[in-house]
């Protein structure tokens, strides 16, 4: 099984700066695309920004030239570094990884329990 465990979220003012990190514990074989997903209070999950195993990177048009999504594989992390933060960036963020769980032969999806980020004005 594969575990995600978030960190670095907080309270920060409109205009400031935070970093969030997903580790990946566990036994697996491999890690394909990894994400970071939030939920504001009352709404859907919805798709921050996403990597593939190969660099390749996608992002919600609301965060584009603000955050910033990275991965070390060797130490089995994902980032996401956020700039320039909004009241409407306040949610729970996720990490998300598709991985290959060992021994199986099915990849399967992972999800952190969640790390909150507060936005005031």
């Known amino acids: 099984q594969v575990q995600l465990k978030e960190s670095g979220g907080g309270l920060v003012q409109s205009g400031g700066s935070l970093r969030l990190s997903c580790v990946a514990s566990g036994s697996f074989s491999a890690i394909n695309t990894m994400a970071w997903h939030r939920q504001a209070p009352g709404k859907e999950r919805e798709l921050v920004a996403s990597?593939?195993?190969?660099?390749?990177?996608n992002y919600a048009d609301s965060v584009k030239e603000r955050f910033t999504i990275s991965r070390d594989d060797a130490q089995n992390t994902l980032y996401l570094q956020m700039h320039n933060l909004k009241p409407e960036d306040t949610a729970v963020y996720y990490c998300?990884?598709?991985?290959?769980?060992?021994?199986?032969?099915?990849?399967?999806?992972?999800w952190g329990q969640g790390t909150l980020i507060t936005v005031s004005s």
């Open positions: 998300y990884a598709h991985a290959l769980p060992f021994p199986s032969t099915w990849w399967q999806d992972y």
């Open positions: 990597i593939a195993i190969n660099g390749n990177t």
